[in-house]
C-alpha cells in the first residue's frame, strides 16, 4: 500500500472469528480499496472512570457517529478553555 498524505481515519469495531475479522459497522469506502488495519484487542477496564469511558466510546460507535480527530479535540479544548491553545 503506497503512503498517501490524504489519510482518512475509520474507527470500527469487528469480530475475529474461524480466521476472517467482519467488521461490526458498514464502512463508506471504494471498491478494492486497499486499507491498514491496526488490531487492539479490548483489555479490561481497571478504574469506574476506565469502564465509563469504554461505555461512552461504544455508544458513540453504535451511534455511528466518527470519533473526533486529533485537530478537532484540539478545537474542543480550546474552546473549553477560552480560545487559548497549546503553544500559541
Known sequence: MESSRNVMTI????VYENGILTL???VDLPENAEVHVTIQT???ARTPLGRRL?????????S??????????ESQ????RGGWREGS
Open 11 to 14: 474507527d470500527v469495531d469487528a
Open 42 to 44: 479490548a483489555a479490561e
Open 77 to 80: 479544548v480550546a474552546v473549553r
Open 24 to 26: 461490526k459497522h458498514p
Open 54 to 62: 469504554r461505555e461512552l466510546r461504544a455508544e458513540i460507535a453504535r
Open 64 to 73: 455511528g457517529m466518527a470519533p473526533l480527530g486529533w485537530d478537532e479535540i
